[in-house]
C-alpha cells in the first residue's frame, strides 16, 4: 500500500506563486500518471492536471489553465504543482492522486482506481 503526501500549502496573498509537492512512500508510483485536484468548500472537486509517468506529457483543466504548471522529479518520486498569479477564488484544499496507468488517458478514464492524498490546504488572502 502506498501513500500520497502533500505539503507546501499555506496562506498567501493574491498575486502570490506557491508551490505544491506530493511526494510518495510504500509502493512506488514510479509507472504511474498523477493528478492534482482541489476543493473549495461547498463545491466538487475540481480537476486541475495530470503528467504521465515519464514526465513527457501533461494535460490541464480549464480552471487554472496558464497559471499552472505541473512537474515531477521521477529520481524523488515527487510532483509538483506550481501555481502563480493566486486569486483569493484559488482556496481550497488541493489534492493529489496516482492513477493505475501510467498515461494521462488512463489517469483520466479511470477515475475509480486513483489513490489519493489527504491533501493540504491553500488560502489566498485578498
Known amino acids: 500500500q502506498g501513500q500520497l503526501v502533500e505539503s507546501g500549502g499555506g496562506l498567501v496573498q493574491a498575486g502570490d506563486s506557491l508551490r505544491l509537492s506530493c511526494s510518495t512512500s510504500?509502493?512506488?508510483?514510479?509507472?504511474?500518471?498523477m493528478g492534482w485536484f482541489r476543493q473549495a468548500p461547498g463545491k466538487q472537486r475540481e480537476f486541475l492536471g495530470v503528467?504521465?509517468?515519464?514526465?513527457?506529457?501533461?494535460y490541464y483543466g480549464d480552471s487554472m489553465r496558464g497559471r499552472l504548471t505541473i512537474s515531477r522529479d521521477i529520481a524523488k518520486n515527487t510532483v509538483y504543482l506550481q501555481m502563480n498569479s493566486l486569486k483569493p477564488e484559488d482556496t481550497a484544499v488541493y489534492y493529489c492522486?496516482?492513477?493505475?496507468?501510467?498515461?494521462?488517458?488512463?489517469?483520466?478514464?479511470?477515475?475509480?482506481?486513483?489513490?489519493w492524498g489527504q491533501g493540504t490546504q491553500v488560502t489566498v488572502s485578498s
Open positions: 492522486a496516482a492513477s493505475e496507468g501510467g498515461s494521462t488517458t488512463d489517469f483520466i478514464q479511470a477515475p475509480a482506481k486513483r489513490s
Open positions: 503528467i504521465n509517468w515519464s514526465a513527457s506529457s501533461t
Open positions: 510504500g509502493r512506488t508510483f514510479s509507472r504511474s500518471a
